[in-house]
């Protein structure tokens, strides 16, 4: 009786444990599975073959592409990374467990796993594409270049590679070697209209406007009514100063796109640019009932404003660009202090280039902005002071020196007065020379 209980065991244990042959014919099962997109029989199969081989590369290896394939992301970079620690010498199970973690949105550790498998396959370019791939899809250019570069240089002819580095050269506003690619990439499909725009803003980017107005209406002769491609024609128009030629684009195009801000925006600019200052502010206002945080156009609303007199409704939208544009939020301050010089208010004024000093304390621009309002007040001793206290961070600077002159020729200073004439006239000639002018007035 105890023998046959033991028989039973034995075979049924047997039975549990796949044989080398059962294992090969489960690998062949779970591989028609996958060619036939029979994802969770591939599973089944590989599970199997798991249990009896947990070092079996391949099949964990299958397993994480048919759980990929059902969109399973954790339980396909649970069988990637194992066929990454059982079988290290394979490439697809790493870069598997890449992609997983990436769909798991897990940036960080997708790089860490990709990087790590750039330093073990060292030669292969489908590893570099992939780690460069992850910094993008990470949205983290400046990490993608090196590997995007490095696979360009072993794929030159790869599209999509070209492609992706170019993108991200224009991301980060490295124009020149964006033009150059999108440009090659141009020659080879003149009639990809994403191409061409890209290219485009790559020569606009590197101050190459004419040969953006080419490319684009070479663009707008296939595709006369694209109104993304006629927008940034007149972009380049305008960047030309060909402000007629741009405003000929954007009137109709206004027109015909009412609800596009930056049309309206671009058109405003264009006036502005001609001398219409009130069909400027009117442009600007509808791009900004379109878009109410249309930085930009609240900024140059202000210049126009300003060019007009408008004191304070230039002030409101010099001060509402500060909050939109934190990047340009000091010259918005210092705009602000420009328009209550102008009124007269001299105290609002100085308040403003404070504002405008605090948030860019290593700009000598700002400080000198303040030498002068105070100069235009008369203020002749709160300017000294506060320009030589400048002059301490900026010893050099002469757009504070000349200001300084300014305020020693109306206190009677002449020894201090020599001591910056001397400085200007190694830096700024024309500044010394309109000292010594007003010195004979």
């Known amino acids: 009786m105890f023998r046959s209980i033991l028989i039973l065991f034995l075979a049924i244990g047997m039975a549990a444990t796949p044989s080398i042959s059962q294992t090969a014919a489960l690998m062949k099962s779970a591989q028609q599975a996958m060619s036939k997109q029979d994802w969770q029989g591939a599973i089944t199969s590989t599970q199997k073959v798991v249990k009896a081989e947990p070092k079996n590369g391949p099949a964990w290896i299958i397993q994480s592409m048919a759980y990929l394939q059902l969109n399973n992301a954790p339980a396909a970079a649970s069988s990637a990374s194992t066929a990454a620690s059982v079988a290290p010498t394979i490439l697809q199970g790493w870069l598997l467990w890449g992609e997983a973690l990436q769909r798991m949105n897990k940036a960080d550790s997708a790089i860490s796993v990709l990087t790590t498998c750039s330093e073990r396959f060292p030669d292969s370019s489908r590893v570099t594409y992939a780690l460069g791939m992850a ?24 599209v999509e590679i070209v492609k ?8 980060l506003e490295r124009f020149h070697e964006a033009a150059d690619l999108f440009g090659r990439l141009h020659e080879s499909s003149p009639n990809d209209q994403n191409i061409s725009l890209r290219f485009a803003e790559s020569l606009l980017g590197s101050k190459r406007a004419d040969s953006a107005v080419v490319v684009l209406r070479e663009a707008s002769q296939r595709l006369p009514d694209n109104a993304q491609i006629l927008t940034l024609l007149a972009i380049a128009y305008q960047q030309g100063g060909k402000y007629p030629e741009a405003r000929k684009i954007l009137e109709p195009l206004s027109a015909s796109f009412p609800n596009d801000a930056d049309i309206w925006y671009n058109l405003g600019y264009v006036q502005n640019a001609l001398g219409e200052r009130a069909d400027a502010i009117k442009a600007f206002k509808k791009a900004i009932a379109i878009r ?25 939208a010099f001060q509402r660009a500060a909050i939109l544009l934190p990047t340009q939020a000091a010259t918005c301050y210092n705009s602000v202090a420009v328009l209550y010089r102008r009124s007269g208010s001299i105290d609002a004024s100085v308040k403003a280039h404070r504002q405008a000093i605090s948030l860019a304390p290593k700009d000598p621009d700002m400080y000198s902005a303040l030498g002068h309002t105070y100069l235009t007040a008369e203020r002749y001793t709160d300017a000294k002071d506060f320009l030589e206290g400048a002059l301490a961070t900026f010893p050099d600077n002469a757009e504070i020196l000349y200001p300084l002159g300014q305020c020693y020729i109306r206190l009677g200073d002449a020894a201090a007065l020599d001591r910056v004439l001397k400085q200007l006239d190694a830096q700024r000639s024309e500044y010394a020379a309109a000292l010594r002018t007003m010195m004979k007035l």
Not at 136 to 144: H, I, L, S, T
Request: glycine letters at 8%; aromatic letters at 14%; charged letters at 25%.
């Open 135 to 158: 910094y993008v899809r990470a949205d983290r250019c400046e990490g993608a270049i090196t590997p995007l570069e490095e696979t360009m240089f072993r794929r030159p002819d790869n």
């Open 164 to 171: 992706q580095l170019a993108a991200c050269y224009l991301k």
């Open 292 to 316: 109410s945080n249309f930085g930009q156009a609240w900024f140059n609303l202000g210049i126009a404003y300003a060019e007009e007199g408008f004191i304070d409704e230039g002030v409101n």
